[in-house]
C-alpha cells in the first residue's frame, strides 16, 4: 500500500474513531461505518474519484464489458416509449451512472437506429459522487442538451414519465449487520477498544430491523438458525424505493442487481451473510482493509423491493435473470450474427467472450432484473425482455 493510500485510509480511521466517540454509547453501526468509507466526501472510495470499472480497476459491470448491454437495453426502453403510446417527453433515468459509459451506449444506438424517440428522450442522472459526475459530463459531452444531473431531492413528486433503471446500485446501499449471539438476535457495532476499531455487538438500533423481517415474512430468528449466524439488512434499499415511487407519475422501474428473493438471501446455511470486499478485482470479505480503497457490496433482497414497491404504488409485473432478460432482447441473435459481420478472428473471440459473460448463469447473467410499473394499464405491462417466463 502506497502512501497516499496510507494517508487516506488513516484520514478515514480517524474520522470513523470520532464519530464513535461523538456517539453517545461510543460505538456506531456498521451501517454507518460502511457510509463512511464508501460515501465520505473527500476520502471515500466512491467520492474521492478513485474508483476504476473494468481491467483497470477493482470490478466489472455488465456496461464495461462493451456497447451490447446499453443497446439492449435501449431496446427495452424504446419499447417502454411504445406501449406508453410515445409521450414527448419520455423520462429516461439513470441512478448511479458509474464512469458514463452505459448512458453513451445507450445515446449511441437510439442516436443511430431510433431517431424518434431519441428526439423526445429526457435523460436524468441521478450521482451523488461529484468525482463521477465529472467523469460523465466530460464522456457525455455531445450530448449534453438532452442530459440533466440532478439530485432525487430536486425532483418533484409525480413529475416523472418514463423509466427509472439502475444497474448495479442497491449493492452498494450501507446495511445494518445483524448476529444471532446468545440466542437473541443483536446489532453488530463498531467501537474504540484500545485505539483499534472494533466490533461488539448489543440491541438493535431501531425497530426498522425486526419491521423488515416482518415485511418479507420471514421467522427471523428461529431455532432453524445457528449461533453466530450473521447477515445484512439493507433499510437504505426502503427508503431509495420509497423515494422513487413519490417521483414516479407513470412509468416503469427497472432494478439490475445480484440477489436472491428473502427466502434464499436468509437461508439457515448462508451463515456469514453476503457482504464482499473487491480490491483490484481480488474478492475477500474483510471490510477493514484498504479504508476507502476497497468496495463494499451486498447482495440484493428482491422479496423486499417488490412488497416495499406494493405499499407504494409500484405493481411487481416480472423477475427474471439478466441472462433471459438479454436473450429475449435479441443477444441471442447478436451471438448469431458475429461470424456474418466484418471482424477479424480476434475481434470475434472478443465479442463473443463478451457476450458469453453477460448471460452466464454463474455470473453476470444470474443477476436478477426486477420490472415494476406506476400508473399502467396491463397491456403496458407486457415487455419484450420478459416474454421467457420468469423465475419462480
Known sequence: MNNQIQSNSYALQNIIRDRITASPQQKITFAEFM???LYHPQYGYYSSGVVEIGSGGDFFTASSLGKDFGELLAIQFVEMWLKMDCPNDFCLVEVGAGNGNLAFDIFNYLQNNQQDFFQTLKYII??????????????LQEFKDQIVWRSL?????????????????????????VIINQGKLQEVYLTNLENQITEVYGELSTSKILEYFQLVKLNFPSKDYPE??????NLAALDWLKTIAHKLQQGYLLTI?????????YHPQRSQGTL???????????PYLNLGYQDLTTHVDFTALEVEGNKWGLTKISFTQQGMFLMALGLGDRLSNLANGNYSALEVIQRRDALHQLINPSGLGGFGVLLQAKGLKTDQHLLKGFTIPPLT
Open 257 to 265: 442487481d445480484y440477489g436472491y428473493p428473502a427466502h434464499k438471501y
Open 276 to 286: 464482499q470486499c473487491y480490491y483490484q478485482h481480488r474478492r475477500h470479505n474483510n
Open 126 to 139: 441521478i450521482e451523488e459522487s461529484p468525482a463521477l459526475k465529472k467523469r460523465q459530463q466530460e464522456l
Open 153 to 177: 431531492l430536486e425532483l418533484p413528486d409525480n413529475s416523472l414519465v418514463g423509466c427509472v433503471f439502475s444497474n448495479e446500485l442497491i449493492d452498494a446501499f450501507p446495511v445494518n449487520q
Open 228 to 233: 453466530s449466524y450473521r447477515t445484512e439488512v
Open 35 to 37: 457510509d463512511v468509507v
